[in-house]
Nanobody, 126 residues
Framework: QVQLVESGGGLVQAGDSLRLSCAAS????????MGWFRQAPGKEREFVAA????????VYADSIKGRFTISRDNAKNTVYLQMNSLKPEDTAVYYC???????????????????WGQGTQVTVSS
């Protein structure tokens, strides 16, 4: 079991940038792949980005590719999502998650993740 806490969300204008952070505690972090998902009101949870335990591989949703960057600092037990050129359609609650199995790959399916944070709200106005 691990506790994940997201932070860094807020209200911004289109074109602005935000950096989300996800701090892990109470469990093993460094040997698990991590992912970011988002969910807008009335819509299903959507994959955003994922990163392997050693940052050897990353994968992004097509909708954000070229604008968002996922990274991690295992010494700080933290994963980040740098979001640039934000668009109104990026508005959602953003969640970080840890894969169910140690040394997991960059899964896009939410079912592959067993631990989730409570989310942080990102609102992008036009």
């Amino acid at each position: 079991q691990v506790q994940l806490v997201e932070s860094g969300g807020g209200l911004v204008q289109a074109g602005d940038s935000l950096r989300l952070s996800c701090a892990a505690s109470g469990g093993t972090f460094s040997r698990y792949a991590m992912g970011w998902f988002r969910q807008a009101p009335g819509k299903e949870r959507e994959f955003v980005a994922a990163i392997t335990w050693n940052s050897g591989s990353t994968v992004y949703a097509d909708s954000i590719k070229g604008r968002f960057t996922i990274s991690r600092d295992n010494a700080k037990n933290t994963v980040y999502l740098q979001m640039n050129s934000l668009k109104p359609e990026d508005t959602a609650v953003y969640y970080c998650a840890r894969t169910r199995l140690m040394f997991g790959t960059t899964h896009k399916e939410s079912s592959e993740y067993g631990d989730w944070g409570q989310g942080t709200q990102v609102t992008v106005s036009s």
